[in-house]
C-alpha cells in the first residue's frame, strides 16, 4: 500500500513539474511571438570580428534609441564592457557559463544618450576541467576570472612602461580599456598598434609577445584567454 502511494506521489510530482515548465517554455515564446529570433551570431549588433575555430570575438554596438533583435546565447561568453548608453565603463569584465546548459533568449535596449558597446569572446568548445592547465608564462597578476572556459587578467601600465615577454596557452585578445597608446609586440617585431578605449589585439595561442605604454599617461588593459 505504501509503495503504491509513493509511487501516485511521483507521478502527481512529474506532471506538476511537467506542467510548469510548458509555462515557462510558453512564456518565453509568447513574448517574442511574431518577432524573428536569432542566434547570438547572427545578431547584427553582435559583430563578429575574428574567428578561431570555436572561439568568435564579436564587437557589440547598440546606438542610442536601438534595440537587438530577440537572440538566443548558447555558449560560455565573457563580457568586456567599454561603456552603456550613460558613458565609458571602461572595461569591467563578467560572464556567463550557464548559457552551455541552458540557452536563453532576450533582446537588448540602449536608452542613450551615447553608445552601449562590448567586446565579447564567445567559447563553443569543451573546456577545460584542470584549473592548472595551460597556466599563462611571464605575467605578473593573478585572473580575475577564471574557469574552464575563460581567464582574464587586468594589467596597468605606467607612462613609458612595458610587460615581460608574456606567452598564453590559447588564443586570447588584449583590449584597451583606458585612453592611451598602446603597442602589442610579437617577437618577431610585428606590432599592433591601440590608440583608443575599446580597440583590441588577437594573439594566436602561444604567441609571445610584450605589451608597451607608448603614451604619456598610465593606461589598463584587460587580456581575455579562451581556454580550450
Do not use: C
Amino acid at each position: 500500500m505504501r509503495n503504491r502511494s509513493n509511487v501516485m506521489l511521483l507521478t502527481l510530482f512529474v506532471i506538476f513539474f511537467a506542467s510548469i515548465n510548458s509555462t515557462v517554455i510558453s512564456a518565453q515564446e509568447n513574448e517574442f511571438s511574431g518577432k524573428r529570433v536569432v542566434p547570438i551570431l547572427q545578431e547584427p549588433r553582435h559583430r563578429t570580428v575574428h574567428v578561431d575555430g570555436d572561439i568568435y570575438l564579436l564587437d557589440v554596438q547598440i546606438n542610442s534609441g536601438d534595440m537587438t533583435l530577440p537572440h538566443t546565447h548558447n555558449a560560455a561568453i565573457l563580457y568586456t564592457f567599454i561603456s552603456n548608453g550613460e558613458g565609458p565603463l571602461f572595461g569591467r569584465v563578467s560572464g556567463n557559463i550557464d548559457y552551455i546548459e541552458e540557452n536563453f533568449t532576450h533582446e537588448v535596449t540602449n536608452e542613450g544618450p551615447g553608445l552601449f558597446r562590448i567586446i565579447a569572446l564567445t567559447n563553443y568548445g569543451a573546456g577545460v576541467p584542470s584549473a592548472a592547465a595551460g597556466k599563462a608564462r611571464g605575467l605578473t597578476v593573478e585572473p580575475d576570472v577564471e574557469n574552464p572556459w575563460f581567464r582574464s587578467y587586468r594589467i596597468r601600465l605606467e607612462a613609458g612602461a612595458e610587460t615581460a615577454i608574456q606567452t598564453l596557452a590559447n588564443p586570447n585578445v588584449v583590449v584597451q580599456v583606458s585612453e592611451g597608446k598602446v603597442h602589442v609586440t610579437r617577437s618577431d617585431g610585428i606590432t599592433k598598434e591601440l590608440l583608443a578605449m575599446g580597440e583590441w589585439a588577437w594573439r594566436e595561442a602561444a604567441s609571445p609577445y610584450k605589451i608597451i605604454n607608448r603614451g604619456s599617461q598610465a593606461v589598463e588593459l584587460v587580456i581575455n584567454e579562451a581556454r580550450r
